[in-house]
């Protein structure tokens, strides 16, 4: 197990979610409207007790979809699998749209 660390929270990252669409478009749970997106973040081994996730595990989600992989609404495809594409589906296109906002840089990448 990686030990607990700095949090890496980024004011930056928060507010590049506004206006933003979201990135999870969870069939039959979205609501497409990027003016209730936020920055959501995603449960993995950086959260726990009081302590959200990273900024870095985290989507840009309409209020809707954040709702739901939050818990706050029933998840409407059944099993796990899906939930768990989903979710990696809206980290990655999350990532590249921070990149192309160049919010996040990587050496070498130019777009």
Known sequence: MIPKTTRIESKHIRNAARGEQCTLGIIGVCNGNPETTVLAHLPDESHGMSRKSDDISAVFACHACHD????????????????????????????????????????????
């Open 68 to 111: 739901c992989i939050d818990g706050r609404i029933k998840w409407p495809h059944g099993d796990a699998g899906p939930r768990e594409w989903y979710l990696r589906r809206a980290q990655t296109r999350t990532l590249r749209r921070l990149i192309e906002l160049g919010v996040v840089t990587i050496k070498g990448v130019k777009l």
